[in-house]
């Protein structure tokens, strides 16, 4: 018998599979592709919820730039993540711009609040994954993993 919340191998995806899309995006790019991975989650038949970090730049950094501002306003009905998402999930998808090739801080400064779940054991036995966003074509972004 498989524990709750776990599929077993060979097994089409079903409510039981819960994941989580956590993501950080400034101007958008990195909300869509979010809102593009947890329906897709969602059409495979998988519960989810759509998450974004909190915004760590000063304000007046967001005003200066319209499409920033703007995009922070159309996502305000999007919750925050927490660690209980993390528990919550089966199944954890990180979304990022890429920033001089890591991830944005705001998704870093997120991941680092984990330690607590890691050592007491509740991130064992959970898929992660992630994407990541560019504005620009580097040799970094064209590599093969």
């Not at 593009?36 to 059409?43: P, T, W």
């Not at 306003?73 to 990022?96: I, K, N, R």
């Not at 920033?99 to 779940?117: C, E, M, P, S, Y």
Request: hydrophobic share 40%.
């Amino acid at each position: 018998m498989r524990p709750p919340g776990r599929v077993a191998a060979g097994v089409n995806a079903t409510n039981d599979v819960c994941v989580a899309v956590i993501y950080y995006s400034a101007t958008g790019t990195t909300h869509e592709m979010a809102k593009a991975a947890a329906d897709g989650a969602e059409k495979a038949g998988a519960q989810t919820r759509l998450r974004r970090v909190p915004e760590l730049a000063p304000q007046e950094a967001i005003e200066a730039n319209e499409d920033w501002a703007e995009h922070l306003e159309q996502v305000s009905d999007v919750p925050e993540a927490t660690l209980d998402d993390l528990e919550w999930a089966d199944g954890v998808l990180f979304g990022t711009p890429t920033r001089f090739g890591n991830v944005a801080a705001q998704l870093k400064q997120f991941i680092d609040t984990t330690g607590g779940l890691w050592q007491s054991g509740k991130l064992t036995d959970k898929v992660f994954g992630g994407f990541v966003t560019t504005g620009t074509s580097t040799a970094a972004t064209r590599a093969r993993c």
